[in-house]
């Protein structure tokens, strides 16, 4: 399930694991793809929480 368009402009900071997690979540599809910036540092919404954890529990299941 490797999706492109996991490249992040935000993580040169953060540790090579850090980065590594941050890809492998967006390439198993719990985030969007596409996206520029993993925002390491800001808070997670509530509505955020539920679309990973749902995506990690169902996959594309209820992605409509």
């Known amino acids: ?6 490249d992040f402009n935000d993580l040169g900071d ?8 941050a890809k ?7 985030m969007g793809v596409g996206m520029t910036n993993f925002e390491p540092n800001t808070e ?7 679309t990973v954890l749902s995506r990690a529990l169902y996959g594309e299941k209820y992605n409509t």
């Open 44 to 50: 997670v919404t509530r509505a955020q929480f539920g």
């Open 14 to 21: 953060q540790t090579t694991e850090m980065k590594n997690y």
């Open 24 to 30: 492998r979540a967006c390439q198993l599809g719990l």
């Open 1 to 6: 399930m490797n999706k492109t368009g996991c």
